[in-house]
């Protein structure tokens, strides 16, 4: 066994962290309702998941790459029409997208019934990218394209303009 499995010692770091049913920060963008299940406080920032609520025909951002994070999302119920360059790929219940560093995307709720997604952020950086979204929603100001934009520079990532 090696050495270090042999070891007694209780391990330290963050503790245990539970987020029951209707608990956890929600961030409200739009027709879209976040709910911040782990922002990376208890994961050393390695990992962030968020659960979202898209309502029915509910667009996405502007395609974007992410330059320092992997985002994952786990469609829990309804259908997401994600966009990656120039392909479409609509996601039912049960699918898993994984978008790794520089790939442009995007994702949207086309149909009539509302779309749950579980998405994940690895590091967990790009939470605090919804939370800067929701504060000049708060604020009053408009969302606008720029505003948006500015944002997403803050965290490593750009719009896809060659593609739009």
Known sequence: MPEEAKTSEPQTGPALSVVGPGEGETIVLGT????????????????????????????????????????????????????????????????????????????ANLTDQPAVLLSTFTPDLYVQYFRDLHDVLADGRPLTPQANIDAMSRYSTEPATDLN
């Open 32 to 107: 879209t309702r976040m709910r911040v299940l782990e922002d990376g406080s208890h994961t050393g920032h390695r990992l962030a998941i968020t659960e979202s609520v898209l309502a029915p025909h509910t667009q996405g951002p502007p395609q974007h790459r992410h330059g320092l994070h992997d985002e994952g999302f786990y469609v829990l119920s309804g259908t997401i029409r994600f966009t990656v360059g120039g392909e479409d790929h609509d996601a039912t219940t049960g699918t898993l997208v994984m978008v790794p560093p520089g790939t442009p995307h995007t994702f």
